[in-house]
């Protein structure tokens, strides 16, 4: 295939799916108030929003805590109700479509462990948006299996996806896939497909309850995913996801089980490293950073996880 042929395959296949339309997990009129909030997704009726109304004016507090103290909801609701004042969609623990456990960012923001990702999100930010010749995705890669490098990905994603602008994330694993399962995305054709020249069009899906984030999973698992890879379809189509996307962030498989990891952080031109603390031998991480370093793919960091 040509190189005209190949950019207009690419093209084809990076269309992206229309957003789904949003239900009671997404995103709230900024107007609304906390009232028409929570009687819209949490049953309160007119009478009992009057009734907090109320005791707010008569106890001179919010009127979060008016309906907590009357019973009328639970402080969870009323920090889900303010997330949705301020469109800053994720998943309560009491939502019906609570997303996989592993997905903290999504399910739980407003705990302590989650600011490492925003802290994360911050450092990366100016390698991902800076002039377009220097915008890059990022290849998330680790020495061994079991790393986490697949936790931390889809987590930084779901972080991404809070900023306003639209981020994609992409299961470069097309050796064992995970992302589809996390995100409850159907995994059908995608990145194997694209790269084969069998592209179809909406490959790219909208992740559901999280109106930022797309995903273009893995697709069929191929029988050679090292050659696949290499091509130079591969390139043609992280140079259009940048142009369509404002945060691209690749998941890739462990650098044990072949050079994939460092073939896709040559495609995106960045990358992070990542280990797990007590588990991650030094030795190969050593290793993979040193071949690294003979590349031309920046690498924005070492990452210890301690999940």
Not at 121 to 144: D, F, K, Y
Not at 253 to 280: E, F, Q, Y
């Amino acid at each position: 295939m040509n190189p005209a042929s190949q950019a207009n395959e690419v093209a084809h296949a990076v269309d992206v799916a229309p957003q789904h339309a949003q239900g009671s997990t997404g995103k709230a009129d900024v107007s609304s108030s906390m009232g028409d909030i929570l009687r819209r997704t949490k049953g309160l009726s007119a009478e009992q929003v009057n009734q907090a109304l109320e005791y707010q004016t008569s106890k001179g507090v919010r009127f979060g805590e008016a309906v907590v103290a009357l019973g009328l909801a639970k402080p969870e609701d009323v920090l889900w109700a303010l997330a949705q004042q301020f469109h800053y969609p994720y998943n309560p623990q009491q939502s019906e479509h609570r997303l996989n456990e592993e997905l903290v960012v999504a399910n739980d923001p407003f705990s302590p462990q989650v600011e490492a990702f925003r802290d994360l999100r911050t450092q990366l930010i100016p390698l991902m948006m800076g002039n377009e010749q220097q915008r890059h995705a990022i290849a998330v890669i680790s020495a061994e299996v079991g790393d986490g490098k697949t936790f931390i990905t889809a987590n930084l994603a779901a972080a991404f996806s809070q900023l306003p602008g639209r981020t994609l994330l992409v299961d470069a694993d097309l050796r064992t896939p995970r992302m589809h399962e996390l995100f409850g995305v159907e995994p059908g054709t995608g990145l194997s497909g694209i790269l084969a020249g069998r592209a179809e069009p909406n490959v790219i899906k909208p992740v559901e309850h999280l109106p930022n984030l797309y995903m273009l999973p893995a697709g069929i698992v191929p029988p050679n995913p090292a050659e696949l890879l290499q091509r130079a379809s591969f390139s043609l189509l992280m140079k259009e996801l940048l142009e369509k996307f404002d945060y691209v962030l690749v998941d890739t498989p462990a650098a044990s089980l072949g050079s994939d990891a460092r073939v896709i952080a040559g495609h995106c031109g960045a990358c992070m490293v990542v280990g797990r603390k007590n588990k991650s031998r030094t030795p190969a991480v050593q290793s993979l950073v040193k071949q690294l370093t003979k590349s031309t793919v920046k690498i924005s960091g070492f990452l210890m996880n301690d999940y």
